[in-house]
């Protein structure tokens, strides 16, 4: 063994102590690094393509890059215990109200998106909602995949089926779809998918679940009656009761395997059954969101946005990071073409972006006309409206009218429920 | 001399030291609690300190990564007022109670099998085993597709055997059906620890008792009622507290199979603080509902924990 001199150790033996009691690693060799967690994005090849781009990124600015990925139910414990024990990841990706849930833990990134607007046009309105907290930037918005009407072009050209144009269209060619043995396929179960439908339909039939001041619920309303009337009338003669057991995979896996006739979903049910070449891919197509008894069209958009943690100690490293991955036109592009039309950019001048031009079943995402919103519009986010999205008070409302519960009786009930929530 | 005496007493002194530190050591009320000392660490640092945290949480307003402050017991009375949980509180009961019947009785007709002589009896005993030992959320997935609407095992071998009619039930989107099928999973993943413990307490039993009892003309149900039953009631009593405690808190099978629903009829208390708690960051109310039967459970620990030792001692 090597004779260590009391000189020696002393000297390591306070080094040792100096760098435990700052909690900071001494700066000679020290690499700057930048640690990131993200969500298994339904488009795997995207994150493929993000694990290329970090690469890259290290080598150009030489800071190292971790990169991890994390199943979407496992996101909000994950980030909780990041945030309670105030150490993690540097950078998060953000769905949904998280940059309203964590905004006293997220630095302010106005500047980051000051640059992407001034590069790329204004943020839209979907990803302004949820990523801008009261005037601040609290993440920057990186990507959207909304929903749309995706259907089986075959079945209805071979019915000759007209595709709709309205929900009350649709409930017209539901019946004969569920006739031919393709029913609609419509969740309403306790999952964000059935939100997803929900929210647009009351939308279309003019309702809301709270009101702008984010304190009024406004779902006792004819407007919420004449929607849950159309969900009872197209769940009885347009679907199968199965629809009250689905997960947010289930509508997909229906038209993909052949049952489905239509369903509202983003187009990952079209990608999956195209890339796994199953024998429905080529007769799914996409047409344009339906429009209600006032003509507006409204869509559910769930925009997804990169945060960094304040207590970060790489707050920099990690701007340049997604300066790196979002302000330089030929990544964003790059990353976006991977996502195969799912993730699509959020920024005005860039949606007619060419990822829409690969397949021309994509044409239908174009959506002009058509208004994207975050679940609980037109109240802005808030933990309380969060607090109404993960209760699934919209889909246990419905699922009990389909029930056979009165409409009167289930919107009574939506209405108490949200009004204990805001009143807390 | 004197010096000699101070040498002598400085080259004894280590031996000294040492010979205090065995006798210190070779007393009962020093060694003992010096071997406990490292899992009562552990227990402090694993179970009190998330408990006390937990208790904390649940008479405060907090949030994640907001600072939080005491309301006493406003969680758990507002708790009340909310539909789901109150559908929650039922459904635990319900639950517990149904799973628990079902495994005292499945599990020691399972036992009592399994102690009869059985060819490849210990192949056997290791495979009754397995819904225990395989992780309970890769099991329930298997589970899951099984109740699958789409791909329902189940339903089609009820509809190929004529006992179904198609579609065939709707499992996992009616509530009966829905509280039926994770009960039933419960039961599935939970019989192999009643069945193992309670063959454990079956093997115990002294065959002369039996012998005994059949010299006196006592036939299978009476040895059964008046031999292995009271002997094992001990055993019985510790396999229900601790069933009753971990399927009160079970999260797995729900989260998988239902994620609560139809309409909040398989929420569990954990399952609910989760998409409370966890989902939309209030960790106040989070906590209140797992702690909300903390004072019951506490309750029924000590009786049956005092029913045990009067049944032992």
Not at chain 1, 107 to 131: C, F, H, N, Q, W
Not at chain 1, 356 to 367: E, G, I, N
Request: proline residues 5%.
């Amino acid at each position: 063994m090597e004779h260590v001199s009391r000189r020696r150790f002393l000297t390591t033996a306070t080094g040792l102590a100096g760098i435990l009691a700052a909690g900071v690693s001494p700066a000679r060799g020290q690499q700057r690094q930048v640690s990131y967690l993200c969500w298994n994005n339904f488009a795997p090849a995207s994150d493929k393509k993000l694990a290329e781009i970090g690469q890259r990124f290290a080598k150009d600015t030489g800071i190292k890059l971790k990169i991890d990925h994390i199943a979407a139910p496992q996101q909000a414990a994950k980030y909780a215990s990041e945030v309670q024990t105030q150490a993690g990841h540097d950078v998060v990706e953000m769905r949904m109200h998280f940059p309203w849930l964590y905004e006293p833990q997220l630095v302010d990134v106005s500047d980051l998106v000051a640059e992407m607007e001034k590069k790329y046009g204004a943020v839209i309105p979907s990803a302004r909602e949820t990523a801008n907290v009261k005037g601040v930037w609290r993440a920057v918005p990186q990507y959207h995949a909304f929903f749309v009407a995706a259907y089986r072009e075959d079945l209805f050209k071979k019915a000759s089926l007209k595709t709709p144009d309205t929900w009350e269209d649709l409930y017209a060619v539901g019946k004969e779809l569920k006739k031919m043995g393709h029913p609609i396929g419509i969740p309403i179960s306790q999952n964000y998918d059935s939100i997803s439908t929900a929210g647009p339909v009351l939308w279309a039939f003019g309702g809301m679940e709270v009101d702008k001041d984010g304190k009024t619920v406004r779902i006792n309303s004819p407007a919420t009656e004449q929607m849950v009337e159309w969900y009872r009338k197209i769940y009885r003669d347009c679907m199968e009761p199965e629809v009250l057991s689905w997960t947010d995979a289930s509508n997909n896996e229906s038209l993909q395997q052949g049952k489905a006739g239509w369903i509202h979903n983003p187009v990952s049910a079209y990608i999956v059954a195209r890339n796994n070449k199953l024998p429905t891919a080529d007769g799914i197509n996409h047409h344009k969101s339906l429009a209600g008894q006032n003509g507006q069209r409204h869509e559910t958009d769930a925009p997804r946005h990169i945060g960094i943690w304040k207590f970060s100690k790489n707050i920099e490293p990690s701007k340049e990071w997604i300066r790196y991955l979002l302000g330089k036109r030929e990544v964003y592009d790059e990353y976006i073409m991977s996502g195969d039309a799912f993730n699509l950019p959020v920024y005005a001048n860039l949606q007619d972006h060419p990822v829409l031009k690969t397949d021309p079943k994509f044409a239908a995402l174009k959506q002009e006309g058509v208004q994207f919103h975050c679940y609980g519009w037109p109240a802005p986010a808030s933990d309380k409206v969060q607090l109404i999205t993960n209760s699934f008070i919209l889909p246990n409302m419905l699922a009990k009218a389909v029930t056979g519960t009165s409409t009167k009786e289930v919107v009574a009930w939506a209405d108490g429920e949200m009004k204990k929530i805001i009143a807390e | 001399m004197a010096i000699g005496g101070v040498r002598a007493v400085a080259a004894q002194a280590p031996a000294s030291i040492r010979a205090r530190l065995s006798v210190l050591l070779d007393r009962d009320r020093v060694l003992g609690p010096l071997f406990v000392s490292p899992a009562l660490f552990l227990l402090l640092l694993l179970v009190a300190y998330p408990f006390c945290m937990a208790m904390y949480f649940s008479v405060s307003n907090a949030f994640i990564g907001r600072p939080s402050h005491l309301v006493g017991f406003v969680n758990f009375i507002n708790l009340w007022k909310s539909d789901a949980f109150r559908q929650t509180f039922q459904n635990a009961f319900v639950f517990t109670g149904a799973a628990v019947a079902c495994k005292i009785v499945l599990g020691l007709s399972l036992a009592l099998l399994l102690n009869e002589q059985l060819w490849w009896k210990r192949a056997i005993r290791g495979a009754v085993l397995l819904p225990w030992v395989i992780p309970t959320a890769l099991s329930t997935l298997g589970w899951w597709w099984m109740f699958n609407s789409l791909y329902s095992v189940v339903n089609w071998t009820g509809i190929a055997m004529g006992l179904m009619d198609p579609p065939g039930p709707n499992w996992l989107g009616q509530k009966y059906y829905a509280m039926t099928a994770v009960v039933l999973v419960n039961i599935w993943r939970g019989l192999p620890f009643f069945a193992i413990t309670i063959l454990a307490g079956l093997v115990a039993i002294p065959k002369e008792l039996y012998e005994a009892a059949h010299a006196d003309g006592a036939g299978t149900v009476a040895r059964f009622w008046y031999v292995t039953l009271p002997l094992l009631k001990p055993v019985l009593a510790i396999v229900v507290l601790f069933s009753t405690i971990f399927t009160f808190s079970e999260f797995n099978i729900v989260f998988v199979l239902t994620h609560g629903g139809p309409v909040n009829s398989t929420h569990l208390f954990a399952t609910l603080a989760r998409q409370i708690g966890l989902e939309s960051g209030r960790i106040g109310e989070g906590a209140a509902i797992s702690l909300y039967l903390f004072p019951v459970l506490a309750l029924v620990v000590y009786a049956q924990l005092r029913f045990v030792r009067k049944e032992v001692y």
